[in-house]
Structure formats: C-alpha cells, structure tokens
C-alpha cells in the first residue's frame, strides 16, 4: 500500500521539491497552496497520474484545512505523513510592516500550523505516522525587529509541544529548521542575498531522512546551514 503524504506550501520551494522526491519514492501526495495556477502546473509537470492531488486554498483558513484533510482521507483511506511547509515572510522590517500585513502573516505562520496539527494529529494516530514542521534557524537565533522570526519561534516551540502531546501514540514529529535556501521565499525581499545558500532540494532530503526513518525512531530536530552562513 503506497504511503499517503499530505504537503502544505507545496506548489514551489521546498514543498515541490519534497514532493517531488516523495512521488519518486512512491508515495500518494496531496499539495496545498494559495496558487492554483502554479499547483496545476507542478502536478501536470509531475507525470504522476492518480498519485497526486492538489488543493488550492489558504492553510489559515479552518475551512480549507478540514475540507483539505477530508479528501485525503477519503480519497486515499489513509494519511500517513504531514509537512507543513506553507509559510511567507515580509520585506523590510517589524517597524515597516502594516498592521494588516503583520496579522496575516501571523495568521498563515502560527495559526496555519496550528490548525493543520489539529486536523491531521487524529490521523496520524491512526497510522502511527509522522509530522514534520518547516522552521527556520530564525526560529533559534534572533533578529533584531524581525517578526517573522517571531513567527517561526512559535512553530518551533509548536513542534516541541505537538510531540510531547503525540509521542506516546506512536506519531513521529520533527522540526526542520534550515538558514539560507535558493527560493521563491525571497522573491518579495529583493532577491536572494549574497552568499552561500542551499537549494529546496537539500532541505526535501532532510525531510525524507526524517519520513523515512524506521519504526520507534523519531528524529525530532534537524538544523542546517549552508557551509559559511554566520548567522
């Protein structure tokens, strides 16, 4: 039976890559994203008939979230692995963002991951499956007037809570927490900045080292830099 994977944020970046590295391997993968156009042009470019799913919609919305959930599950019988991957940053800084666009990005980091955790845990109780949470080294070392870093304190601190919560059932949970990746992630920021970075398909391996780990081991936190990033 093929393994059933569920991808938040997964029409670009590190979602697709880790996507696309988990339907080589064989699994059933469902995407979710806020652009429709760019998760029917990942799917398509996929050649991977039945196996794939996409669901367009935005992870902090509760609606979409369950909705999201449910078709797998009804799909696909099953949910065996969840990445929650989807998540935006904003340029500038804590004192040039306006309210409106601080609440919605606390809203897609903090609240998305949340309500994801909430839906798919119950599955993945079932399955004795396994979560994995896309943070950032900006979630363990601080920058000064950086709310998304904020943000990404919370996910981290999310995964710490969700796997104390879950490790008894038998739910694997890990934490990813990269530095600098060759994105779209940069794209509203001026582009990537100078200096060593990594590609999304470095961190999709370190996301299927942690999926792919055998039974009883949970590998719950996985930190990487490119060789030469400082900070």
């Given at each position: 039976m093929?393994?059933?994977?569920l991808?938040?944020?997964g029409?670009?970046?590190?979602g697709?890559?880790?996507?696309h590295?988990?339907?080589?391997?064989?699994?059933r993968v469902?995407?979710t994203g806020?652009?429709a156009?760019?998760?029917?042009d990942f799917?398509?470019a996929?050649?991977?008939?039945d196996d794939i799913?996409?669901?367009?919609g935005?992870t902090?919305?509760p609606?979409?979230?369950?909705?999201?959930?449910?078709?797998?599950t009804?799909?696909?019988?099953?949910l065996?692995?969840v990445v929650v991957n989807?998540?935006?940053?904003?340029?500038?800084?804590?004192?040039?963002?306006?309210p409106e666009?601080?609440r919605a990005m606390?809203?897609?980091?903090v609240?998305?991951?949340?309500?994801?955790?909430?839906e798919?845990?119950?599955?993945l109780?079932?399955?004795?499956?396994?979560?994995v949470l896309?943070?950032?080294?900006?979630?363990?070392?601080h920058t000064?007037?950086?709310?998304y870093s904020?943000t990404?304190?919370?996910v981290?601190?999310l995964?710490?809570?969700?796997?104390?919560a879950?490790?008894?059932?038998?739910?694997?949970?890990t934490?990813?927490?990269p530095?600098?990746v060759d994105?779209?992630f940069w794209?509203?920021r001026g582009?990537l900045?100078d200096g060593?970075?990594m590609?999304?398909?470095?961190?999709?391996n370190c996301?299927l080292?942690a999926l792919?780990q055998p039974?009883g081991?949970?590998?719950?936190?996985?930190?990487?830099?490119?060789v030469?990033q400082i900070n």
């Amino acid at each position: 039976m093929k393994p059933v994977t569920l991808i938040t944020g997964g029409s670009t970046g590190i979602g697709a890559a880790t996507a696309h590295s988990l339907l080589k391997q064989g699994h059933r993968v469902t995407l979710t994203g806020r652009d429709a156009v760019k998760l029917a042009d990942f799917s398509a470019a996929q050649d991977a008939g039945d196996d794939i799913m996409t669901l367009p919609g935005d992870t902090s919305d509760p609606a979409h979230v369950s909705s999201a959930t449910r078709l797998v599950t009804q799909s696909w019988g099953r949910l065996d692995n969840v990445v929650v991957n989807a998540g935006f940053s904003l340029p500038g800084t804590l004192m040039d963002h306006t309210p409106e666009a601080m609440r919605a990005m606390v809203l897609t980091n903090v609240l998305g991951p949340a309500l994801v955790v909430r839906e798919c845990v119950p599955h993945l109780k079932e399955s004795r499956g396994r979560l994995v949470l896309v943070g950032s080294v900006a979630g363990a070392k601080h920058t000064p007037n950086n709310l998304y870093s904020v943000t990404k304190w919370a996910v981290h601190a999310l995964a710490e809570n969700t796997r104390l919560a879950v490790t008894t059932d038998g739910v694997g949970v890990t934490l990813v927490a990269p530095g600098k990746v060759d994105t779209p992630f940069w794209d509203n920021r001026g582009g990537l900045p100078d200096g060593p970075a990594m590609s999304a398909q470095d961190i999709a391996n370190c996301i299927l080292f942690a999926l792919n780990q055998p039974p009883g081991l949970d590998i719950n936190h996985l930190q990487m830099r490119p060789v030469g990033q400082i900070n």
